[in-house]
């Protein structure tokens, strides 16, 4: 959707190094989901940011949601090849409506 | 063990054909969606069910179709008016409906019209 960019699109990295994932909205945040996907499998929810400045942490994946900027990013610290898959953002820009999704970044880990 | 299902994993269709993706749920949601998936894209909304007998369309809509008879299950009909159908499609179930509410993914149906 161009109304939620994610960059990059790809990204191939050695293992052990860290990366940050973005994901910009054209439209006003109220939150955001990100989500993981295995290539050619369902999404598994990784974290929900509702206010802004929030950041959550899970294992060695970190997010945050900057409202001001209508942008959140997500860091995996010391990447593992279990890392490896497509992360993608759902934005909420409005209580009522659906999400909209980013188009993903698809995450290389190499050993 | 509660989750959602869907079936089958891999379909096969000839052009003109309808062909139907079954979802079901058993994690007593209210709220069932149906998103397709192209390569490299993210999710596009195609359809949603806010409960039991009460669907609505979504960005995508042209093309399919749904029923919502029971809690459980949410087919989706891809009809021959759907002119590019080969996607992969997930299944999705919320509690209630609305973007706060965490939405739980099925493992996908990939379709391929031949």
């Known amino acids: 959707s161009q109304e939620l960019e994610q960059s990059p699109q790809s990204l191939i990295v050695q293992e052990g190094k860290n990366l940050t994932i973005n994901c910009t909205s054209s439209?006003?945040?109220?939150?955001l989901y990100w989500y993981k996907q295995k290539y050619g499998e369902g999404l598994i929810f990784l974290m929900m940011l509702q206010k802004g400045g929030e950041e959550k942490s899970h294992e060695k994946i970190t997010a945050k949601l900057d409202e001001k900027k209508q942008q959140s990013s997500l860091h995996i610290t010391a990447s593992q090849p279990s890392h490896a898959g497509i992360y993608l953002c759902g934005a909420i820009h409005n209580a009522g409506n659906m999400l909209t999704f980013g188009g993903g970044t698809r995450l290389m880990v190499k050993p | 063990d509660g989750g959602i299902t869907q079936s089958p994993k891999y379909l096969f269709r000839k052009e003109g054909q309808n062909v139907t993706l079954s979802c079901e749920q058993n994690l007593n949601h209210d709220a069932m969606y149906w998103y397709r998936q192209d390569p490299g894209q993210g999710l596009r909304l195609i359809y949603y069910?806010?409960?039991?007998?009460?669907?609505q369309k979504g960005d995508i809509a042209e093309g399919y179709s749904v029923s919502r008879e029971k809690k459980e299950s949410f087919p989706l009909t891809v009809t021959s008016a759907q002119k590019n159908p080969t996607a992969f499609y997930l299944c999705a179930s919320s509690l209630l409906a609305g973007a706060y509410n965490e939405q739980f993914f099925g493992p996908g149906t990939r379709l391929t019209v031949l």
């Open positions: 069910s806010q409960i039991v007998n009460d669907f």
């Open positions: 439209k006003t945040l109220y939150g």
